[in-house]
């Protein structure tokens, strides 16, 4: 453990691979409430192997040409050098760490488990199916959200966003935006709702919902994405994608059917 200021800001600085991992990897899987602990130690080994992997490669460069880095043996048994060669050293330092935060983010984004079983409905409903139908890729997407609340009534409108809490309790919120639309306990026809321009709808009052993604035009890239064996895109014209059905979504007792 570093003992003196200097060691401490080197050591959280090696620490910059984990950090990055982590917030790469929360894009991508539900808010989990983990410990402390477990949060330090995952930061702690992904910043050990990353720093590790790219300290040996840069020890294998420098065995190959030891001209073209800085005197590591100059660097341990001389003050002076450190001195003398501040730039280049920093300068190498930076590129080795900036490096190993690099292969940290990548770690993260080629990490794809699918542990459906551990992940809420809302989740499947709302990232993952919409990710692997590439929903997302154009700008111009939609979800659709029809709520069926325990009143009997049903609001409908497009998902703004959603808790990303991965406990399915009555503590999470959905977002509805756009043309909002509400049809009461016992009536038979909807009313829209223009003066809302967003409706929040909590967990614990839907019985069940259904999920329309509608996938646009405009892609964000301008490069067309690959084409889905199936799902959207397969049968039918990019502006429709077939709906899931989620149910139970108050008490986290239903799932969500993708139909894939």
Known sequence: MPTNLTGLVLFLTLLAPGFVYQHRHARDVPAYERSALAETAGI????????????????LFAHLAPHAVPDLRALRGDPGYLTRNALSVALWGAGLLGLATVLGYGLAAVRRVDNRAERPGWWWAFQAYPARHRIHDYVDSRIYVGCQLRDG???AGTLLSHSRLSAETGDRDLLLRGEVRLRAGGATEETALPDAHVMIVSARDIVWMTVTYSRGTVLKNGVPPPASPSGPGSTTAPGQARAATLTAGGDGEGGVGDGA
């Not at 702690?44 to 020890?59: C, K, N, P, T």
């Open 44 to 59: 702690v080994l992904v910043s050990v192997l990353a720093d590790w992997v790219v300290g040996v490669a840069f020890l």
């Open 153 to 155: 009534s049903h609001v």
